[in-house]
């Protein structure tokens, strides 16, 4: 499922509450914004890359910070898509969990983020 595609809505707000696990309802940069991750050709996902939430300009984004100083970085949009891509030419791809997270997956790194799925996203 494609980030862009209607279907699936994250509710963005929720989604930036809950990266920090030690405080649910503190934003990314307050405290412990630590997230799941696997990237590359890791295939375990480890707490390892840190999740930043910043103001560029008129942009709200979501910087995806790595261990080894490379990050991703994605624009939080509110016309239903959540986040999208803020740079670069691949795409982002969205997969449910069943345990009320997502995998953010962007070229060959992949992140696990809390969030929330709107009744009827999917198709349903």
Avoid at 97 to 108: A, H, K, P, W, Y
Wanted: glycine residues 12%; proline residues 6%; contains cysteine.
């Amino acid at each position: 499922m494609r980030i862009s595609e209607p279907s699936l809505v994250i509710g963005t707000a929720a989604l930036l509450a809950a990266c920090s696990p030690s405080e649910p309802g503190s934003l990314p940069g307050e405290d412990d914004s630590r997230i799941a991750c696997a990237l590359g050709d890791e295939a375990e996902f480890t707490e390892q890359c840190e999740a930043e939430r910043v103001q560029n300009g008129d942009r709200r984004e979501l910087v995806m910070r790595h261990p080894d100083g490379g990050f991703r970085r994605f624009e939080i949009v509110s016309d239903g898509r959540g986040l999208v891509v803020a740079d670069g030419s691949e795409e982002a791809i969205v997969t449910p969990l069943s345990d009320g997270r997502i995998e953010l997956s962007v070229g060959t790194d992949r992140y696990q983020l809390p969030a929330t799925v709107r009744p009827g996203a999917g198709g349903g």
